[in-house]
């Protein structure tokens, strides 16, 4: 099975700064028939389903705000919000779709300073 | 437009089981996996299985093998998660999710809460 480890498991950000959010995977998930890393990030909200934020590593789901941004290849991703608004409270979770199980990092909560 | 709908919240006592439907509509049922994830009070996402809703095959994780039975009705679009022999662990928001490869349409998700 693919682990995947996020990191922080909490952070405090003042309005209008910046969050990082880091996952690393057990293995690549550079999916070779797509050349495309099979890794995705997820917001989730109390009382919502997860909601698809990035997939691909890097490419933004419609209707996402471009203060949200995704890198990273191979083993090592980040998610970034470039400035942090009210609603973007919530827990982050990175997911590689590579391969069977799927596996989701265990969250990255994110608060307002 | 694509629609998953789950059935909704159910109570049972400890050794029941749950049977949980997700109905999906605004494509071609046949054409895609659903998975199922679930999230216990205070943890992650914990991602449960599959099933080729094509098919009927299916994948389970590990942690779930012998206790978990998906199916699917496909003259109704309809995807099925049965778990058995329930303990207060599985007590759960279950979700199921259409595969485009990652998990773009979800449920709205279905509380199984078990409690004697």
């Known amino acids: 099975d693919i682990v995947m480890t996020q990191s922080p498991d909490s952070l405090a950000v003042s309005l209008g700064e910046r969050a990082t959010i880091n996952c690393k995977s057990s293995q690549s998930v550079l999916h070779s028939s797509t050349n495309q890393n099979h890794l995705a990030w997820f917001q989730k909200k109390p009382g919502q389903p997860p909601k698809l934020f990035i997939y691909?590593?890097?490419t933004r789901e419609s209707g996402v705000p471009d203060r949200f941004s995704g890198s990273g290849s191979g083993t090592d991703f980040t998610l970034t919000i470039s400035s942090l608004q009210a609603e973007d409270v919530a827990v982050y979770y990175c997911?590689?779709?590579?391969?069977?199980?799927?596996?989701f990092g265990q969250g990255t909560k994110v608060e307002i300073k | 437009q694509v629609q998953v709908v789950q059935s909704g919240a159910e109570v049972r006592k400890p050794g029941a089981s749950v049977k949980v439907s997700c109905k999906a509509s605004g494509y071609t049922f046949t054409d895609y996996h659903i998975h199922w994830v679930r999230q216990a009070p205070g943890q992650g996402l914990e991602w449960m299985g599959c099933i080729n809703a094509n098919s009927g095959a299916t994948a389970y994780a590990q942690k779930f093998q012998g206790r978990v039975t998906m199916t699917r009705d496909t003259s109704i679009t309809t995807a099925y998660m049965e778990l058995s022999r329930l303990t207060s662990d599985d007590t759960a928001v279950y979700y199921c999710?259409?595969?485009?490869?990652?998990?773009?349409?979800w449920g709205q998700g279905t509380l199984v809460a078990v409690s004697s």
């Open positions: 999710a259409r595969e485009d490869w990652y998990f773009r349409f």
């Open positions: 997911q590689q779709y590579h391969s069977l199980p799927r596996t």
């Open positions: 691909g590593a890097s």
